[in-house]
């Protein structure tokens, strides 16, 4: 069993819809969650960070994580064409230096 | 802020040769710099962690006489793929961390490496 398991989609919506993204994993030292977005052939772009449970808001984005559950996940509301990119969720049990796990990534279209 | 650069953002080698990448931390001082690299359509797979002046630690299955990595200062971090072969070919991508009080790792633009 991987340690984070993310369904690598590829996930196609119409814009102006709720993109619901996803993630379990099976590390209970994890405190550390992350979401990052990467446009093909570039790196990963930070866009969330959050530590143990709760909800984190950013404009049209929101990170929940349920560590009684293993399972995080990443809201895109009002989705629009330029969030067409994957999605790779990622977990630590340390701060930034540590290790961080991340998963195979979910590709997003988001259709005009 | 919060900015690391890559260069090349992409080479193309004969198979034997060596190439080298080098990754800065351009607005911060990275105590940490990570390797990575990304097959299409997969995750990145961690191959290394340097800390300023210190030997890189390799995860397991990395070769390290291969991929040399020196992290000779606080803002740059290289990495050295020898006698490069066609199974090198991918897409290597190096994240620094700027040390106590900083979240998280950030991530730069990445080097496609062709090896024919």
């Known amino acids: 069993q991987k340690e984070v398991e993310q369904d690598p989609g590829p996930l196609s919506v119409p814009e102006g819809a709720i993109v619901s993204l996803n993630c379990t994993y099976s590390n209970s030292a994890f405190q550390y969650f992350m979401w990052y977005r990467q446009y093909s052939r570039k790196g990963p772009e930070l866009l969330m960070y959050?530590?143990?449970?709760g909800n984190k808001e950013d404009g049209r984005f929101t990170a929940q994580v349920d560590k009684s559950s293993k399972y995080i996940s990443l809201f895109i509301r009002d989705s629009q064409p330029s969030d067409s990119a994957t999605y790779l969720c990622a977990m630590s049990a340390q701060r930034g230096y540590q290790k961080v796990t991340f998963g195979t990534g979910t590709k997003l279209q988001v259709i005009p | 802020g919060a900015v690391v650069s890559q260069h090349p953002s992409w080479v193309i080698c004969k198979s034997g040769t060596s190439v080298k990448i080098e990754c800065r931390s351009l607005?911060?001082?990275?105590?940490?710099m990570f390797w990575y690299r990304q097959f299409p359509k997969q995750s990145l797979m961690l191959m290394a962690t340097s800390n300023e002046g210190s030997k890189a630690t390799y995860e397991q299955g990395v070769e390290k006489d291969k991929f040399l990595i020196n992290h000779a200062s606080l803002t740059l971090s290289t990495l050295t793929v020898t006698s490069a072969h066609p199974e090198d070919s991918s897409f290597y991508i190096c994240?620094?961390?700027?040390?106590?009080?900083?979240?998280?790792?950030?991530f730069g633009p990445g080097t496609r490496l062709l090896v024919l």
């Open positions: 994240s620094a961390y700027g040390g106590t009080g900083a979240e998280t790792q950030y």
């Open positions: 607005d911060f001082q990275a105590t940490t």
């Open positions: 959050t530590y143990s449970s």
